[in-house]
């Protein structure tokens, strides 16, 4: 079953903006996570947020968690050309043995 | 940082041959994972192993499906008979600690025609 559900599909802004991405998820989690893929790359790890957590900041990175929802945001400040990529949020199952990977949410960003 | 290595990083296979994809892990990591990714599409979870037997499959982890740990460090997916369907690319990952973290390598193509 898919965990994560990622809103939008596709984000476009300018180098400068604040990107924001969402994620919903259906059933109880361990840990949410967010990573990121280049076109065609391996995907990199880049927040990992508990289940007893609301917020967690990483560099440009700030991470929100709201179980009684069932979602998480990621959002990106200060965005950069180089952060034109797609962007997961997955969900470890209460043994956080398996993640399970919504659909991402592409986001290019032009300078 | 450690590295996930994966071969081949590309495969081309015709319909209904056995393909195996191989992994080598970040030494002392005990969970393994393999996730498939069908071009522009999700990551989809296949199986995840520990300690030498599978902790947990997906429901695409069928009988064409196989992993092993033919020399105590490498880690393989067989795919036996492939299908077109098969295409996709193919990740291996270790899990980091406790924390839940995964490090991935950077995938197997694989194009059956």
């Known amino acids: 079953s898919q965990q994560g559900e990622e809103d939008p599909q596709a984000l476009s802004i300018q180098e400068g903006e604040n990107a924001t991405m969402n994620c919903s998820y259906k059933?109880?989690?361990?840990?949410l996570q967010w990573y990121r893929q280049n076109s065609g790359r391996g995907l990199v790890h880049l927040i990992l947020?508990?289940?007893?957590?609301r917020e967690k900041h990483s560099g440009r990175l700030r991470v929100t968690l709201d179980t009684s929802k069932k979602s998480s945001s990621l959002l990106i400040t200060a965005s950069r050309a180089a952060d034109t990529a797609s962007y997961f949020c997955?969900?470890?199952?209460?043994?956080?043995?398996?993640?399970?990977f919504g659909k991402g949410t592409t986001l290019s960003v032009s300078s | 940082e450690p590295e996930v290595t994966q071969t081949p990083s590309h495969q081309v296979t015709q319909m209904g041959q056995e393909v195996i994809l191989r992994c080598v892990p970040i030494?002392?990591?005990?969970?393994f994972y393999w996730y498939r990714q069908i071009l522009g599409q999700k990551v989809e979870f296949l199986v995840s192993?520990?300690?030498?037997?599978?902790?947990?499959k997906s429901e695409i982890f069928d009988d064409q499906f196989s992993v092993e740990r033919p020399d105590g460090s490498n880690f393989t997916l067989k795919i036996r008979s492939t299908k077109l369907e098969d295409s996709a690319m193919y990740f291996c990952?270790?899990?980091?600690?406790?924390?839940?973290?995964?490090?991935f390598g950077e995938g197997s193509r694989l194009t059956v025609l």
């Open positions: 030494s002392n990591h005990l969970y």
């Open positions: 990952a270790n899990l980091k600690g406790n924390t839940g973290e995964l490090f």
């Open positions: 997955a969900g470890a199952n209460q043994a956080g043995t398996a993640l399970i």
């Open positions: 192993f520990y300690n030498n037997e599978i902790s947990e």
């Open positions: 059933t109880s989690i361990n840990n």
């Open positions: 947020i508990r289940s007893n957590e």
